[in-house]
């Protein structure tokens, strides 16, 4: 997904629909123009790829449009009106994909073949740099293996990638709004030990994990992946946001806590990655948080 577009579009749209000054409705009119500008091809020829990833940051806009109407960030939080746009699109997505020709066989397709040609790329490079050597030739062929083998879990996954992506997308236009408009509306973006949603969204894991748990069904299984790929990076981040905060509780901080973090990401990242999910959903019913402001008195 381009990451310019994905955030320029709802930047436009955050800038024209707060009451946007002269200057922030010009933003917003150029922001839109260049938006428009490359959905329209004016950057070059589009595949198929191209064009659904060119259609979702339309959807987007329009679910960030709905969520405004109904749950602004003024009112609700940035988080919460990130999810209502993005569950908003998603739903239109899946209707868009029900009532046309599109399927999400072909959206799989068109991400294999995508991502593959990157890879393919890549693994020609270090092929190229490498050549004349028997062990190089070993390590290549161990490299296509592996990128191949993330190519497909990737596109099996996309939806569900996606969906996070376009989360992060908006807090990152949030945060752009925030920091151009004269007289911005709502809250800037909450540090990350403050990082929390409806506790409701629990119930998406649990679809999740039902979807996963129905045998023989080849639709349900993908379904399940990409719920728990959204809702487990969600409580992932969540997780992390009960650990920065339980540090910060016993007086850790700082570089040492950067440093910490780095190591963890270098040496422990898929054990890290299930503590955070574990603390993330466990939070729902204990509140580490509250556990922890309740200790230090």
Do not use: C
């Not at 109407?69 to 239109?92: H, N």
Request: charged letters at 10%; aromatic letters at 8%; a positive charge.
């Amino acid at each position: 997904m381009s990451p310019i577009a994905l955030i320029a579009a709802p930047l436009a749209t955050l800038l024209g629909f707060q009451q946007p000054s002269r200057r922030e409705a010009l933003l917003a009119a150029l922001l839109a123009v260049f938006v428009v500008w490359g959905a329209a091809g004016a950057a070059g020829p589009a595949d198929g790829f191209a064009r659904a990833e060119r259609a979702w940051v339309f959807l987007l806009v329009g679910g960030l449009v709905v969520a405004l109407a109904l749950r602004p960030p003024a009112v609700a939080g940035i988080l919460t009106t990130a999810l209502v746009a993005v569950a908003t699109a998603g739903a239109s997505a899946a209707v868009l994909i029900g009532v046309t020709e599109f399927s999400w066989a072909e959206l799989h397709w068109l991400a294999t073949r995508h991502f593959g040609a990157q890879a393919r790329l890549v693994i020609g490079a270090i092929a190229a740099a490498t050549a004349g050597g028997g062990a190089g030739s070993g390590l290549v062929n161990a490299l296509e293996a592996s990128a191949l083998a993330g190519v497909r879990l990737v596109s099996q996954l996309l939806p569900g990638l996606v969906l996070l992506q376009s989360v992060a997308a908006l807090a990152l236009a949030w945060a752009l709004y925030r920091l151009v408009a004269r007289k911005p509306e709502g809250s800037p973006l909450p540090p990350l030990r403050e990082f929390r949603f409806n506790d409701h969204l629990i119930w998406g894991v649990v679809l999740a994990l039902v979807a996963l748990a129905v045998p023989g069904l080849h639709e349900t299984r993908g379904l399940g992946g990409n719920l728990a790929v959204f809702f487990g990076g969600l409580y992932v981040v969540r997780g992390l946001a009960v650990v920065t905060a339980l540090a910060a509780a016993i007086g850790v901080g700082g570089a040492f806590a950067a440093v910490g973090a780095l190591l963890v990401a270098l040496f422990l990242m898929p054990v890290a990655a299930a503590v955070a999910l574990g603390l993330g959903v466990t939070d729902t019913w204990v509140d580490w948080r509250r556990l922890a402001r309740g200790a230090r008195r």
